[in-house]
T-cell receptor, first 115, second 108 residues
Framework: DSGVTQTPKHLITATGQRVTLRCSPR?????VYWYQQSLDQGLQFLIQ???????AKGNILERFSAQQFPDLHSELNLSSLELGDSALYFC??????????????FGPGTRLTVL | DAKTTQPPSMDCAEGRAANLPCNHS???????VYWYRQIHSQGPQYIIH???NNETNEMASLIITEDRKSSTLILPHATLRDTAVYYC?????????FGPGTRLSVLP
């Protein structure tokens, strides 16, 4: 158990819909990362938040957005869903202190199926 | 693109040491080497990381060459539960770039 929690575990929805994935980081971790894992693309970094602020952006679509709240939990919002958005979505957290080199701890993931 | 190269698959006999190689010839001076593994579709599990020196923890050992262009993850006594995809990543601990990894099969 990494200490990172994600809800829901599974999500089935239809094309065009909007969903919200939730992540609670490990106690004491200020940084949250979102990753997408699909069969054809592997694990891809989407976005990072640090203490409520966006820190880095990866291959995140404009239809996707995220935020980190004052209690440090984070939500990933996916809208206008397409079949190709079906994937595993992982959240990770780290302390992100200087000097860099912190390990990330991953949650169990949310499996999104778009029908 | 990932900055690392790993063999796509390896086999290891149960109880023997598993040595997983990784090439990272373009690693920068301050970049760390991280190892993670993923069992089925579970979340990637942190194993170990290092900068220049060899590292050891309860799970594995990490051997980094002096020129830092390659490294080896060693699982000293592999068990069936170590069957997984192993990812070698170089970076600063931020937006990890995962490659396809090495699929390790531990055989009875």
């Amino acid at each position: 158990d990494s200490g990172v929690t994600q809800t829901p575990k599974h999500l089935i929805t239809a094309t065009g819909q909007r969903v919200t994935l939730r992540c609670s980081p490990r106690s004491g971790d200020l940084s949250v990362y979102w990753y997408q894992q699909s069969l054809d693309q592997g694990l891809q970094f989407l976005i990072q938040y640090y203490n409520g602020e966006e820190r880095a952006k990866g291959n995140i679509l404009e239809r996707f957005s995220a935020q980190q709240f004052p209690d440090l939990h984070s939500e990933l919002n996916l809208s206008s869903l397409e079949l190709g958005d079906s994937a595993l979505y992982f959240c990770a957290s780290s302390v992100f202190r200087e000097p860099l080199g912190n390990e990330q701890f991953f949650g169990p993931g949310t499996r999104l199926t778009v029908l | 693109d990932a900055k690392t190269t790993q063999p796509p698959s390896m086999d290891c006999a149960e109880g023997r040491a598993a040595n997983l190689p990784c090439n990272h010839s373009t690693i920068s001076g301050n970049e760390y080497v991280y190892w993670y593994r993923q069992i089925h579709s579970q979340g990637p599990q942190y194993i170990i990381h290092g900068l220049k020196n060899n590292e050891t923890n309860e799970m594995a050992s990490l051997i980094i060459t002096e020129d830092r262009k390659s490294s080896t993850l060693i699982l000293p006594h592999a068990t069936l539960r170590d069957t997984a995809v192993y990812y070698c990543i170089v970076g600063y601990g931020q937006n990890f770039v995962f490659g396809p990894g090495t699929r390790l099969s531990v055989l009875p």
